[in-house]
């Protein structure tokens, strides 16, 4: 069978498969699994005709009683979680983690079916993300057992720890439903704050299995959940001025929304993930292999809907023909086909994305851009074949904006200079990759992008992992920073007891720590 042929016959074969039929009927408020008996969404798949389950459209009063349980939890700071040690909150957190092991097939199937992300990625994104748990826990850890100590400086004897904010409200996107979501839950909540979690619309159903874990490991209250229209559900927690940080990775026009909506904007701490464009600049003296393979990886893992995706390729005249000649070949040699597959390249989460990559190849072939790979922009239901383009000119929409999905828009360059003017031109300020060997021109380049992008990438594509190294972004890429010791702090205040060093102030320090009297005035070591 040649590639179209596969192409179009790839939804007739059955699923190996029982698609995981899932209608969820409750939220969870309070430590309590809550049974909706309101309007329902239907969860359709990508991958099959039939529905893959529902789940509750809830209503705004039951997304306050969420958000009254996350305050009462959080009690205005006196709440048992905000007080607790770190040694308290590190065994809840542990007792989730074993629980949350045990869902590894439910929710992997689930991201799936209802993301079309492959097996393998599916299952490296729950892998993922137990790992960044585990992290999170032995370097919140470590930060605790800095703080363990008191400290003199000029004159004053002082105890530094970092304190919760407060109710946290935590969004996650469709590509990484799990993962980027957990990258802000499991901080804020390790941190003492109360939390009200909202998964992205696009992967719903796969917080189902973990919802018990969710009731049975921590405190009532310190974990809730709403489904439903942002409009309907979000907002009124951002207008009722009660939500103390807000963790939203998505599209900068929502997160300006939610912001302005809440009374009092200065007191909102918000790490926020938004819109990329990260760029290729192909140097003349670039390695092809290696620079093709990469931004393969780079432009086209889980079809391009990362937002360290590469998505736009700036080349060298001089080696575009080999470039793209190259490129062209290997896309149009790439596994493609159902997630259940060993594949990299599945179908698009709903038949809209597959419109929307549609429209970008009208608007660049309207503006005298052509798809360089025989197979580019082919599509079958929710199937989009991935598409290379050349050129790819300021006219044109993917030039300037985030498509976010299977398209290489390639464009090239004379001068060094015009491949860096694109990337300090963009509204976006994320991560480049630098292809190239020569090391004075490499490191220039490099120094020309430290001041307009957070990571430059030398001979490797785009990415966040690993999760250590600290995740940001410029202009309207991101705000804040994510990292496992980042989050940590973004989700956290400093609070310092401080005293003169009187003999009098020494004594009292001295038997607050004999007494174990506080918790914050300690020297107790975390094992
Ligand atoms: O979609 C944004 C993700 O944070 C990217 O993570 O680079 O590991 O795929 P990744």
């Known amino acids: 069978m040649n590639v179209l042929q596969r192409i179009a016959g790839l939804f007739d074969a059955s699923a190996p498969q029982q698609v995981p039929i899932l209608h969820h009927n409750d939220y969870l408020c309070n430590g309590q699994l809550v049974t909706w008996s309101g309007p329902r969404t239907t969860v359709a798949t990508p991958l099959v005709e039939q529905p893959l389950g529902s789940y509750p459209a809830l209503n705004e009063p039951a997304a306050m ?24 909150r590190i065994e809840h957190m542990e007792q989730f983690l074993a629980a949350m092991r045990t869902q590894r097939e439910a929710v992997s199937r689930l991201i799936m079916w209802e993301i079309a992300k492959s097996w393998a990625d599916s299952q490296k994104e729950f892998d993922r993300t137990i790992r960044y748990i585990e992290c999170t826990i032995e370097t919140v850890k470590d930060m605790d057992r800095d703080a363990a100590r008191l400290i003199l400086k000029e004159g004053y004897l002082a105890q530094i720890r970092r304190m919760p904010l407060g109710v946290g409200l935590c969004m996650g996107p469709y590509n990484y439903p799990l993962n980027e979501t957990f990258a802000t839950l499991i901080p804020a909540i390790l941190m003492g704050n109360a939390v009200v979690l909202k998964p992205p619309r696009l992967g719903v159903l796969l917080y189902r299995p973990l919802l018990e874990a969710f009731a049975q490991c921590f405190p009532p209250g310190v974990v809730n959940t709403v489904y439903g229209d942002g409009p309907v559900v979000v907002s009124p927690l951002m207008r009722s001025g009660d939500v ?71 080349v060298h005249r001089t080696i575009r023909e080999r470039f793209l000649e190259l490129l062209c070949e290997t896309v149009d040699s790439l596994a493609f086909g159902m997630p259940w597959e060993d594949v990299l390249v599945t179908p698009l989460p709903e038949p809209a994305r597959v419109h929307a990559m549609q429209i970008y190849l009208e608007d660049a072939e309207n503006y005298g851009g052509r798809v360089c790979n025989q197979y580019g922009g082919k599509t079958r239901h929710t199937f989009f074949y991935p598409a290379v383009v050349f050129p790819v000119t300021p006219a044109m929409r993917l030039y300037n904006e985030e498509q976010f999905g299977p398209i290489i828009p390639v464009a090239e360059y004379d001068a060094i200079d015009e491949a860096l003017d694109y990337v300090i031109r963009s509204p976006y300020g994320q991560q480049a990759s630098v292809f190239g060997q020569d090391p004075a021109i490499v490191g220039q380049v490099v120094d020309a992008l430290a001041n307009q992008v957070c990571r430059i990438n030398l001979n490797a594509e785009c990415q966040r992992g690993p999760d250590t190294l600290p995740f940001n972004g410029r202009k309207d890429s991101a705000e804040g920073t994510l990292s496992i010791y980042d989050a940590l702090r973004t989700f956290s205040i400093r609070a310092i007891a401080a005293t003169p060093r009187t003999k009098a102030n020494t004594a009292l320090l001295q038997a607050i720590l004999a007494k174990r009297s506080s918790n914050f005035i300690s020297t107790d070591y975390l094992l």
Not at 292 to 311: D, M, P, Y
């Open 65 to 88: 009683e969420a958000l009254e349980a996350a305050k009462a939890a959080w009690r205005q700071g006196s709440g048992d979680w905000a007080r607790a040690t770190m040694g308290e």
């Open 244 to 314: 103390d940080v807000l963790a939203f990775i998505g599209g900068s026009h929502t997160a300006d929304l939610l912001r302005t909506q809440h009374p009092r904007p200065h007191r909102l701490r918000a790490a926020l993930g938004l819109e990329a464009k990260d760029a290729a600049l192909v140097l003349p003296d670039a390695d092809l292999e290696v620079t093709v393979a990469e931004i393969i990886k780079g432009s086209l893992s889980f079809n391009g809907q990362r937002c360290t995706a590469i998505k736009m390729v700036l």
